[in-house]
T-cell receptor, first 111, second 111 residues
Framework: QQKVQQSPESLTVSEGAMASLNCTFS??????FRWYRQHSGKGLEVLVS????GEKEEGSFTAHLNRASLHVFLHIREPQPSDSALYLC???????????FGKGTQLIIQP | DMKVTQMPRYLIKRMGENVLLECGQD?????MYWYRQDPGLGLQLIYI???????SEGDIPKGYRVSRKKREHFSLILDSAKTNQTSVYFC??????????FGEGSRLIVV
């Protein structure tokens, strides 16, 4: 069964500095990777989706996938305090009908 | 405007009472989901619905049932609620397993 782990559990970054979040998965056949953000008391919003090795950029969010090492990263350029939220990685194994979510990284952006 | 709407947003029930959580979407998505989110456990999939009257168990279906009689509407039912069903419940929808769009959540407290 797919396992998805995120690190760190919590991360504090100064406003404007790059924030980097890590997600590892267990099934190398996985073909569908998404990063979601969840502000406190709200639902999840998709930030970036990536389906092949390499990078995918959406605004200030860049996902980097390396299936050989079973890692997908999220980099946030020049984060603002409004980017403080829980960031969730979601992975789908090839042929699966569902995403498996990590437990998330709580990101705090300090002014 | 793409939207997933959950009702009610907040609910307090006594142990043993029945609970109905409702979800609607305006995107004509075939697939809908119910998740619960708990601290330390992340998002756990309860049920998937592939279309009207085509539902499948997720990872934690015990104690729950669902109903989907219209494509745009998906209900989660707890018959005889238990205290360990206190949680935040999220509904989501997608087109053919692509990007999931989430509602804002329904916070259920069972006392």
């Amino acid at each position: 069964q797919q396992k998805v782990q995120q690190s760190p559990e919590s991360l504090t970054v100064s406003e404007g500095a790059m924030a980097s979040l890590n997600c590892t998965f267990s099934d190398r056949s996985s073909d569908n990777f998404r990063w979601y953000r969840q502000h406190s008391g709200k639902g999840l919003e998709v930030l970036v989706s990536i389906f092949s090795d390499g990078e995918k950029e959406e605004g200030s969010f860049t996902a980097h996938l390396n299936r050989a090492s079973l890692h997908v990263f999220l980099h946030i350029r020049e984060p603002q305090p409004s980017d403080s939220a829980l960031y969730l990685c979601a992975v789908r194994a090839e042929g699966a009908d569902r995403l498996t979510f990590g437990k998330g990284t709580q990101l705090i952006i300090q002014p | 405007d793409m939207k997933v709407t959950q009702m009610p947003r907040y609910l307090i029930k006594r142990m043993g009472e029945n609970v109905l959580l409702e979800c609607g979407q305006d995107m004509s998505h075939e697939t809908m989901y119910w998740y619960r989110q708990d601290p330390g456990l992340g998002l756990q999939l309860i049920y998937i619905s592939y279309d009207v009257d085509s539902n499948s168990e997720g990872d934690i279906p015990k104690g729950y049932r669902v109903s989907r009689k219209k494509r745009e509407h998906f209900s989660l039912i707890l018959d005889s609620a238990k205290t360990n069903q206190t949680s935040v419940y999220f509904c989501a929808s997608s087109r053919s397993g692509n990007t999931l769009y989430f509602g804002e959540g329904s916070r259920l407290i069972v006392v």
